[in-house]
């Protein structure tokens, strides 16, 4: 029985997990997007998101911590110089995740766990001409029979 268990062990041993989140998180933030199952993404989400406040305050000891659970110091950098600058002034909340739909070969829930600044898409301004234009729909003999109206107001206008 699980009774009390506070987290998804996602069917791995305790050195496995640890080493799978930690490659996620290097992948994240390395890549700033990644597609994974959603019961993965919500432990990742777990697992990044403290990583990245702590980040907030750039110390020698915060530096060495975030260091111990991601294990590449490339990925330390990027996180403590580009992507604290990013997204620095949140309170939370640094993820993102999108369902996608379901795997073909086992039926997993897909997503996309995503940084929350670093989507364009969703951070651009809708463009003014996407405003909604309101079409008719005209068959032949209406757009005839218009035509035939047009031409007789012109003839009686002149």
Request: aromatic share 4%; proline share 2%; hydrophobic share 35%.
């Amino acid at each position: 029985m699980r009774h009390r268990k506070g987290f998804n062990h996602l069917g791995r041993t305790s050195s496995h997990r640890k080493a799978m989140l930690s490659n996620m998180a290097n992948s994240l933030l390395l890549h700033k997007r990644i597609a994974t199952t959603l019961a993965k993404a919500k432990e990742l989400r777990k697992f990044v998101e403290p990583l990245i406040t702590r980040a907030k305050e750039d110390s020698t000891h915060n530096r060495r911590e975030v260091f111990s659970d991601l294990k590449s110091k490339s990925v330390v950098t990027e996180l403590f110089r580009d992507i604290i600058v990013k997204i620095g002034d949140r309170p939370g909340g640094y993820t993102r995740i999108l369902k996608t739909g379901n795997r073909l070969g086992d039926n997993a829930e897909m997503c996309i766990i995503e940084l929350v600044d670093y989507n364009e898409n969703m951070l651009s301004t809708p463009k003014a001409d996407a405003t909604k234009k309101r079409r008719t729909r005209k068959t032949k003999t209406v757009a005839k029979e218009d035509k035939k109206v047009e031409a007789a107001s012109e003839e009686a206008a002149s």
